[in-house]
């Protein structure tokens, strides 16, 4: 009845490849934050963007570390 849905290295690989995207979000992140760059920050839409790309660049550094970690890098 403990039989795994999948085997080990099969999770591992979907997780890594998932976590991969994420990580290419966190580089799209980067980039759109350095388009914003020189924008009014004044505005509360350019202000929102902003927000949203950092918390998105702090989410990908967290669970690349994550992921990091789960392989026995860090």
């Known amino acids: 009845m403990n039989d795994p849905i999948i085997s080990p290295r099969a999770f591992d690989i979907i997780i890594t490849v998932l976590i991969s ?27 929102d963007k902003l927000f949203g790309y950092l918390v998105g660049i702090s989410i990908g550094c967290f669970v690349t570390f994550g992921i990091l970690r789960h392989h026995g890098v860090v």
Request: aromatic share 14%; net charge positive.
């Open 21 to 47: 995207l994420g990580v290419f979000w966190v580089m799209l992140d980067v980039f759109f934050i350095t388009r914003l760059r020189g924008k009014n920050l004044k505005d509360a839409v350019n202000r």
